[in-house]
């Protein structure tokens, strides 16, 4: 089968970053330090009346974090060497690991049992909508700090 990226051929004599020992170390090394992060996050924000404030922000700062690293490392060259490590670092470790769906879902569904329906649907369809938004954002500042208009 033809891969369906052809501009992103795969090295045969090399594995996926993913599958190296390298590649999945920076993963954790970022995942670690991306928790801490929001675990202090959570502990000096936490939540304001119902809103799931800290959970929130993190999540939205993470998804403009993201979207300005990818597109400066995009624009920087290929997805090798120093640009490779670094998002394996801080885009799919640290901040993999500091944006917390897995909690968004948890909120809502918390919200929902609790009977704040409309907290709920407004936290979690919120935190999609501002979550891209955020990372047009990012790929914006990125840009145009390269001075690339998109």
């Not at 897995?102 to 809502?108: F, M």
Request: no cysteine; proline share 7%.
């Amino acid at each position: 089968m033809a891969d369906p990226r052809p501009e992103l051929p795969l090295d045969p004599d090399r594995p996926p970053p993913h599958l190296t020992l390298a590649g999945v170390g920076l993963v954790f090394v970022g995942g670690v330090l991306g928790t801490a992060a929001r675990y202090g996050v959570g502990e000096a924000v936490g939540p304001w009346g119902r809103w799931p404030a800290a959970t929130f922000g993190v999540n939205v700062v993470g998804a403009f974090l993201l979207g300005a690293l990818l597109e400066a490392l995009a624009r920087r060259g290929p997805d090798v060497g120093v640009r490779q490590r670094l998002r394996l670092l801080a885009g799919a470790g640290f901040l993999g690991a500091f944006t917390t769906y897995s909690t968004l879902a948890v909120d809502t569904d918390l919200l929902l049992r609790d009977g704040y329906a409309s907290v709920a649907v407004g936290y979690a369809v919120g935190t999609v909508v501002v979550g891209f938004l955020a990372t047009t954002l990012g790929i914006w500042v990125a840009a145009a700090r390269r001075g690339v208009s998109s």
